[in-house]
């Protein structure tokens, strides 16, 4: 039966800023609407943190306040982008209506 190494208490702090880091990161790129590179950073994200709690476990949970105050971040950005790409479509299709209906005359 094969067990995991244990980490060391300096890879633990190593790994638990990369985490916290990497929440940051992915902020940013949503403030900057940098949808394509989030996308991929989400992907990174998710198996990352996959990883880490089956290293850590429970030892996570002094930074989970922190990755939940940038996931709930996070979900209202995206929310309000989705939003403002909904707007942005409605404006664009009563333009173009507007279009068509002066063409016809």
């Not at 030892?59 to 922190?66: C, D, N, Q, S, V």
């Amino acid at each position: 039966m094969l067990t995991t190494p244990k980490k060391s208490p300096e890879q633990f702090q190593k790994d638990k800023l990369k985490l916290l880091s990497f929440s940051k990161n992915l902020l940013q790129l949503a403030e900057s609407k940098k949808w394509d590179e989030l996308e991929v950073l989400q992907n990174q994200w998710q198996s990352m943190l996959d990883k880490m709690i089956s290293d850590y476990g429970e030892k996570l949970e002094i930074i989970r306040p922190m990755l939940l105050d940038d996931a709930e971040k996070l979900s209202d950005l995206l929310g309000h982008s989705q939003k403002d790409l909904a707007s942005d479509f409605s404006n664009a299709v009563k333009a173009n209506q507007s279009i068509k209906k002066y063409v016809k005359f």
